[in-house]
């Protein structure tokens, strides 16, 4: 597994090789990372990145030139051809599905954009997917594309202690794509608050059910979204239903 990612802040990536899951796991040598910097990529004294938009308007428009060269310099240190993703407000929604593509796919190649935007034609030509973290605007890429590192490195083999832990995440499409159940821990009462009875129970099948039972109701109040995409999909089964009913979850 290997990420390059294309930033003006390399050094902010160092959050990713230090403590945590992605930090042991890059010590163990199960992910790579490379970093490339646009302004290696200039020729004038000011290292310029950026310039004013065709067309007047506010802020500065990222140059294509320094972003290609960067592009190529990480294409020609990889072992097999990635995917080129912008990190932009106006790309697809990442979700755990293409967690799992990266994943299967050896990693990706990550632009992240500064200033007003990216100039169209560097897109045009390089950029095989533009992502989004959801519907707001933040400073650059960086963050999202650590997002996104973060989410597909916690599911290499080797990666968490508990390889089940994954497998039982909430989003994770290769159960149900539904929320998860919520967790309790010691002690068992705590503040007059009790663990729920059935998690006390020892009885493995009634737990179980009572996870399945909270996971549908959580998505059903929180991403009824999920819930629907679960049964257009035929995850949800006759006791699910039935579960649903009684609580006003009738299908459209």
Same mark, same amino acid.
């Given at each position: 597994m290997r990420f390059d990612v294309i930033t003006l802040f390399p050094e902010m990536f160092a959050a990713l090789s230090g403590p945590g899951i992605t930090g042991r796991a890059f010590k163990q040598q199960l992910w790579e990372l490379g970093l490339w910097n646009p302004r290696d990529f200039t020729h004038d004294v000011?290292?310029?990145?950026?310039?004013?938009?065709?067309?007047?308007?506010?802020?500065?428009?990222? *140059?294509?030139?320094?972003?290609?060269q960067a592009v190529e310099a990480a294409? !020609? $240190?990889r072992p097999q051809s990635a995917p080129v993703m912008l990190m932009s407000?106006?790309? #697809?929604?990442?979700?755990? +599905?293409?967690?799992?593509?990266?994943?299967?796919?050896?990693?990706?190649? /990550?632009? %992240?954009? =500064?200033y007003e935007g990216?100039?169209?034609?560097?897109?045009?030509? %390089? @950029? &095989?997917?533009? @992502?989004?973290?959801?519907?707001?605007? /933040? &400073?650059?890429?960086?963050?999202? +594309?650590?997002?996104?590192?973060?989410?597909?490195? =916690?599911?290499?083999?080797g990666a968490l202690n508990d390889a089940d832990s994954a497998k039982q995440d909430s989003f994770n499409e290769s159960l149900t794509g539904l929320l998860d159940?919520?967790?309790?821990?010691?002690?068992?009462?705590? #503040?007059? $608050?009790?663990?729920? &009875?059935?998690?006390?129970?020892?009885?493995? !099948? #009634?737990?179980? @059910?009572?996870? =399945?039972? $909270?996971?549908l109701a959580l998505t059903w109040r929180r991403r009824p979204d999920l819930l629907r995409r679960a049964r257009e999909a035929g995850?949800? &089964? #006759? !006791?699910?239903?039935?579960? *649903?009913?009684?609580?006003? +979850?009738?299908?459209?």
């Open positions: 000011h290292r310029t990145v950026d310039d004013r938009p065709y067309g007047g308007g506010p802020g500065m428009v990222m *140059l294509a030139d320094p972003l290609e294409r !020609a $240190q407000p106006t790309g #697809k929604r990442f979700d755990q +599905a293409m967690a799992e593509r990266l994943l299967h796919g050896g990693g990706a190649i /990550l632009v %992240c954009g =500064r990216v100039d169209q034609r560097f897109i045009e030509r %390089c @950029v &095989s997917d533009e @992502v989004s973290m959801g519907d707001f605007v /933040l &400073s650059g890429g960086e963050i999202p +594309a650590m997002a996104i590192m973060d989410s597909v490195i =916690r599911l290499l083999p159940s919520p967790h309790y821990t010691r002690p068992e009462n705590y #503040k007059e $608050q009790m663990v729920p &009875s059935e998690l006390l129970s020892g009885h493995h !099948a #009634k737990i179980a @059910v009572w996870r =399945r039972q $909270q996971s995850l949800l &089964s #006759k !006791a699910d239903e039935k579960f *649903l009913a009684t609580l006003g +979850a009738t299908p459209d």
